[in-house]
C-alpha cells in the first residue's frame, strides 16, 4: 500500500513509488500516441472518405464523447476491480477499439471508423480514470502538478511521435496523391480510395497487438493499490458533504477542463487542416500537429522547473490562461502563414492547464475522489464538442477566423486559476 504522507520513506517505499511512476508513465505515453494520432487521422480520413470539413472533425466527436459516456461507468468498474485490474481492462478494450479499423478500412466505412474510435475512447475514459487521480495523489498534493507534467511528457512525446509515423504509413504520398485522384474516372477513384484506407490496416494490427500485451502485462505488474484522501474537515467547514455537487471547487473545474480540452484538441487536430487550407502541402502540413506538441513539452519542462518550488499551481494556471488569449488573438490577427506558428503556441499555453486543474478540482473531495475523477474524465467531451464548432466556423467563415472559439474557453479558465478554484461552498 502507498502511503502518500510517510515522511521517511524506505528503500521498498521509493522502489515501489519509481516502479508505480514508470508504469504510469508508460501509460501517459500510450494516451498521447493513440489520441494525437486524430490530428492525421482526421485530413486523411477527410480525403479517403470524400468528408467535409465538419463532418471529418467527428474523428474527434466520436473519440472524445466516448469520455462523457463512459466515465462514471468507469467510476463503477473501479470500484469493484481497483486500479490496477481497471488499467487492464482497459488496455484489452481499447485493443478491441484499434482492431475495428481493420473492417473499417476493407469497407471504407467512416462509421465504423467512428464506431472503431468510440471503443478506443472507451478505454482510455477507463485507463484515465484510474491513472490520473492515481499520480495525483500518490505523493504530496503540493507537487502534483509537477508530477502529471512528468506525466505530460510522456503523453505529447508519444504525441509528437504518433502523427509522424501514421503519417508516413498513409499519406507519404498526400499531394501526390490527391493531384492524382482528380483525374481519375469513377471506377478507377474508388479504386484508389480503396487502397488509401487499407494502407491504416497494418499500423492499428500492430497497435491491437502491443494493446494486448500490455494488458496481460499489467495483470502482473508490481502496482500497488493507493489509500483514497481522507476528508478535510477544514475545506468542507466542518460538515461532513453528503454529495459531489457540494463541491464548487470539483464543479467549476470540470467546467474549466471541458473547455480546456476543447482548446487542446482544436489546437493540436485542426491545425494540419488549417496549413491545407491556406494551400501548404500536406507533405509540410503533416507535421503540425507535431510542432504543437513539442511546444506542449517545453510547457511541461517550464512546469517541472518552476513548480512548486517558484510558482504555484495556482499561478502556473493563469499564466496559461493569459497565454492561451494572446495566441488566439495573434492566431487571428496575424497574416496566415504566421497564424500558424500561433496556433501551434497554443501548445505552449496549454501545457500546464491539465496538470494544474487536476490537484484543485480533487482538493478535498475524500471518499468521492473516484466519482470526482470520473466527472473530470467526462469534461474530456469538450474534445468532442468544440473542435465542432470549428469546424463548422471554418467551413461558414474561414478556417482562420475559425479560431475565435478559442477566446471564452481561456478567459472562463483565467477565472476558475484565479477565484472559483477556491470556493468551498455555493454560498
Known sequence: MVDQKTENPTNSDKSTYIISISI???????????????GILIPYLKIACELTDFQALFVAFAFYISYTVMALPSSWILKKTGFKNGMMVGLLVMAVGTALFIPAAQTRIYSLFLLGLFVLGTGLALLQTASNPYVTIIGPKESAAKRISI???CNKVAGALAPLILAYFILNDGDVFVEKLQTLETAARIIALDNLAERVIMPYLVMTIVLILLGVMIRFAPLPEIEEEKEDSNISDNNIKTNIFQFPNLILGVIALFLYVGAEVIAGDTIIRYGISLGIPISTAKIFTSLTLVSMIIGYIIGILLIPKYLSQEKALSISAVLGIIFSLAAILTPPMVSVTFVALLG???????????PLALHGLGRFIKTGSAMLIMAIAGGAILPLIWGKLADDLSSQLAYLVMIPLYIFIFFYAEKWHKLTSWK
Open 24 to 38: 504510469i508513465g508508460l501509460f501517459f505515453f500510450i494516451f498521447g500516441f493513440v489520441t494525437w494520432l486524430n
Open 151 to 153: 506525466m505530460g511528457i
Open 348 to 358: 505552449l499555453a496549454n501545457a500546464i492547464v491539465w496538470p494544474a486543474i487536476w
